[in-house]
């Protein structure tokens, strides 16, 4: 995959910094040329999204299991947003019930991602996810 001239802008919404730093791992295993912004909970990714001020992100990768508002809820508002019709939402959660991943479906998320137990099959799946999402994302 080649380094687009600007940072794909990936908006992550995910409160375990063990995630987050297994998340960047994989970014930079794929050479992914990436601006990763990142809320901590979900009422803080819920006022960046209503902000008409915060640039459009290429991609959402989004916890549902979030403090201060549930994944949910930030999935709704997202899809709520015109502006914002257009961007892939990726669920990324622990969670692997089968009730989780329908209603996620049925809101608009685009890909569900378990997150692996090891580091190898964390970097492969999810790597192998973004890639799928943005590419999807770009015809």
């Not at 994989?26 to 001020?53: K, S, V």
Request: no cysteine; aromatic share 6%; glycine share 6%.
């Amino acid at each position: 995959m080649s380094a687009p001239s600007t940072p794909t802008r990936i908006f992550l919404v995910e409160d375990n910094p063990g995630d987050v730093y297994l998340l960047e791992k994989t970014l930079r295993q794929l050479e992914m040329n990436y601006e990763l912004i990142r809320y901590i909970d979900g009422e803080q990714a819920l006022r960046a999204i209503t902000d008409d001020d915060t640039p459009v992100p290429d991609l959402i990768l989004l916890d549902l299991n979030l403090p201060r508002r549930e994944g949910f809820d930030v999935l709704r508002s997202v899809r709520s947003k015109p502006r914002l019709s257009g961007v892939r939402v990726g669920i990324f959660t622990s969670s692997d019930a089968a009730k989780d991943r329908h209603r996620v479906a049925l809101i608009g998320a685009a890909r569900y991602i378990h997150k692996p137990p090891t580091l190898e099959e964390f970097i492969d799946q999810v790597g192998q996810a973004i890639k799928e999402l943005l590419d999807t994302a770009a015809q």
